[in-house]
T-cell receptor, first 115, second 113 residues
Framework: KQEVTQIPAALSVPEGENLVLNCSFT??????LQWFRQDPGKGLTSLLL?????REQTSGRLNASLDKSSGRSTLYIAASQPGDSATYLC??????????????FGKGTKLSVIP | NAGVTQTPKFQVLKTGQSMTLQCAQD?????MYWYRQDPGMGLRLIYY???????DKGEVPNGYNVSRLNKREFSLRLESAAPSQTSVYFC????????????FGPGTRLTVT
């Protein structure tokens, strides 16, 4: 059974800092890995998806890396802003049959960016 | 293009009552999913459907039933609600394209008293 751990559980940083969120998973037989953002009381917004054959993916100030063999992914946020304050969730996908894939979620990292 | 929609947004039930949570997507996706999110537990998969007419159990299926009514709609039914089913429920869908990226709805906040 896949288990996902996100470290740290919470993080508070001053505006402008670069920061790294960590995700580790126990089963390296994954198809891809998604990073999501969740604002309080809201749904999940997909930030980045890395295929298992890729090493990294970038979108604006966000960069996600994947080391499948060691079961690790990191989300790098450059020049953090107060609007980045949210909970960030990591979710590797495993094949569940008939063309469908299951996500297993970590408990998230709650980020607060202080102005 | 509304993406994934869920109704209702909020619901309060008494123990033993039944209800159906509705989910619809307009992206022509084959796969659909139901998750629940509880404080300190993360999101857990309840049921999923790889295509119209098929459903499979996820990690926490007990106390729930699902119906894949057609390609667009995937409903979740609580036959006899229990306080342990108090949670936020999310529906998601994914295409058969290479990425299989999952897209989430806004959620339904359910309280069972």
């Amino acid at each position: 059974k896949q288990e996902v751990t996100q470290i740290p559980a919470a993080l508070s940083v001053p505006e402008g800092e670069n920061l790294v969120l960590n995700c580790s998973f126990t089963d390296s037989a994954i198809y891809n890995l998604q990073w999501f953002r969740q604002d309080p009381g809201k749904g999940l917004t997909s930030l980045l998806l890395i295929q298992s054959s890729q090493r990294e993916q970038t979108s604006g100030r966000l960069n996600a890396s994947l080391d499948k063999s060691s079961g690790r992914s990191t989300l790098y946020i450059a020049a953090s802003q107060p609007g980045d304050s949210a909970t960030y969730l990591c979710a590797p996908a495993s094949y569940s049959g008939a063309g469908s894939y299951q996500l297993t979620f970590g408990k998230g990292t709650k980020l607060s960016v202080i102005p | 293009n509304a993406g994934v929609t869920q109704t209702p947004k909020f619901q309060v039930l008494k123990t033993g009552q039944s209800m159906t949570l509705q989910c619809a997507q307009d992206m022509n996706h084959n796969s659909m999913y139901w998750y629940r999110q509880d404080p300190g537990m993360g999101l857990r998969l309840i049921y999923y459907s790889a295509s119209e007419g098929t459903t499979d159990k996820g990690e926490v299926p007990n106390g729930y039933n699902v119906s894949r009514l057609n390609k667009r709609e995937f409903s979740l039914r609580l036959e006899s609600a229990a306080p342990s089913q108090t949670s936020v429920y999310f529906c998601a869908s994914a295409p058969d394209r290479v990425t299989h990226e999952q897209y989430f709805g806004p959620g339904t906040r359910l309280t069972v008293t």
